[in-house]
């Protein structure tokens, strides 16, 4: 498929801990996303805010700023009201909403939601037929606003450019974003997420990243993409090894995480979306944003 009708721009924020905030802070945090010039702000869905009422919200309090759902569950509903929900904000907010959609995790699907998760990707292969031929009787947005899905591996990358318009990967690497272009084409839309640690001391910056990556650590579909990049179990040990770490986070000054962000986008990314880690959650991470936009948007 071609690249979404909405465009995200080079750079975006991920924003998972944005359900930690009340509304009128969530509303601020998007505002300030959009004044210093991010093309979208990426939303995640867990346990948390529904992401189409909280996406809808987010761009209401907004002019420009794109919203995309990194990652909406599939198995959280039905294909339908996948299509509905989509349908629904995109023809509210026109090509300002992106649908990004995943096959989450075992301890999500199965042990939090009840689902059987025995055949994830051939769920994903029939939930898109399903979605395609969805019954929708509302008025809906004047074209189409594509969807990209999370992939990490070669069968959902090739889904992703053949039956989506494009892929959002999470926890990876500029190495990771060179495959995930060979395998897509040079057509479909890629847009990785970069966990990033605003601090020069290599302690301080480890300890704060292996915090972050702790629980990815354990779920299958993340070691199982590190181990095609070359790692090993040994790279798990202790939380994460300093090469998995700094491969995984990029730390340092905003300079040298706009490096990092720059691999990706040689790798042949389109938009990189930068996801701030640090030992608050309660707040926005205005500084550190402020400090990402002087050097991403120069």
Known sequence: M?????????????????????????????????????????????????????AAVLLAATDELTVATGIANIYARDPMTMAAGQRTVAEAFPQRFLLGMGVSHGHLVAGVRKHDYSKPYSYMVEYLQRMDSAIYMAKGPDEDPGRVLAALGPKMLELAATEANGAHPYFTTPEHTRIAREAMGPNALLAPEQMVVLSTDADE??????????????????????????????????????????????????????????????????????????????????????????????
């Open 2 to 54: 071609a690249l979404p009708r909405v465009d995200i721009g080079r750079y975006g924020i991920w924003y998972g801990m944005i359900d930690a905030l009340g509304s009128p802070d969530a509303r601020a945090a998007a505002r300030l996303v959009e004044e210093l010039g991010f093309g979208a702000l990426w939303i995640a869905e867990a346990v948390g805010r529904d992401p189409f009422a909280s």
């Open 205 to 298: 910056a480890r300890r704060i990243g292996r915090a972050g990556m702790k629980i990815y650590l354990g779920l299958p579909n993340y070691f199982n993409n590190l181990l095609r990049l070359g790692f090993d179990e040994s790279d798990r040990d202790n939380g994460g090894s300093d090469r998995l770490v700094d491969a995984i986070v990029a730390w340092g000054t905003p300079d040298q995480i706009a490096e990092r962000v720059a691999q990706h986008h040689d790798a042949g990314a389109d938009h990189v979306c930068v996801q701030v880690l640090r030992d608050d959650f309660t707040t926005a991470p205005a500084a550190e944003w402020r400090a990402l936009a002087s050097v991403l948007m120069s």
